[in-house]
């Protein structure tokens, strides 16, 4: 049975890609570059920069990667969303990669281990449907501990997990031909016996970047 519903699977894969869609539409949009440095009493310390060879492997067309602080609270949060104008392998034969890469992949590479994890619903403004799930996850590498909350906002949709995103890639590929996309995460680190703080930080600038997001991800 198994088998029979990978290969449906792949059948699926060929038969949209190669057939519903040979041109992709890439909506307007603002360069993250543009992305604000401060956000009310948020604001950016310096902007990080991947290495070439960081870039290639995550595929991204555009991305902002920003650690915020903020007077009021004591853990800085930093905030990546990565966009891709197209999540499809022109090129062929494995080159190439433009599909962005799930955090929960990643980050067990870099070291961290992943002791919790869970889908959890959002309410922040600005996103295009409310609530929404977003994947919530603590990592641990020795003694520091982070707190990630991340989704996959595409094409008008809010996504928390991997295989719903591969489904509507497809999906509106098809119907729409698009496959753009960003992945969104807010990462604080968790000081032990202050859970509270690390929530609050983090929430406090969800609310405020994600009424932006859509001028950099359009819906």
Not at 5 to 32: G, I, K
Request: proline share 7%; glycine share 6%; net charge neutral.
């Amino acid at each position: 049975m198994k088998a029979v519903v990978a290969f449906l699977f792949l059948a699926l894969n060929f038969y949209t890609y190669h057939y519903f869609a040979s041109q992709e539409e890439h909506p307007a949009r603002q360069s993250l570059e543009r992305f604000p440095d401060q956000i009310g009493d948020w604001r950016c310390l310096e902007r990080e920069k991947m290495t070439p060879e960081v870039e290639k492997n995550l595929g991204a067309t555009d991305y902002v990667i920003c650690t915020y602080v903020n007077p009021a609270y004591a853990m800085p949060v930093n905030l990546y969303v990565g966009y891709h104008a197209s999540q499809v392998n022109q090129a062929g034969g494995g080159g190439g990669e433009t599909r962005i890469h799930p955090p929960a992949h990643c980050l067990p590479g870099a070291g961290w281990n992943i002791i919790a994890s869970k889908d959890e619903p959002v309410t922040f403004p600005g996103l295009p449907q409310s609530p929404a799930d977003a994947k919530r996850i603590v990592i641990a590498k020795g003694d520091s501990r982070q707190l990630v909350v991340y989704w996959y906002q595409e094409r008008g949709r809010v996504i928390a997990d991997d295989w719903m995103k591969i489904v509507y890639l497809f999906w509106d590929r098809a119907r729409a031909h698009r496959t753009d996309g960003a992945l969104v995460r807010f990462t604080v680190p968790i000081a032990r016996g202050d859970d509270a703080t690390s929530e609050a930080a983090l929430q406090d600038l969800a609310q405020q970047i994600t009424p932006k997001i859509p001028a950099y991800v359009p819906n």
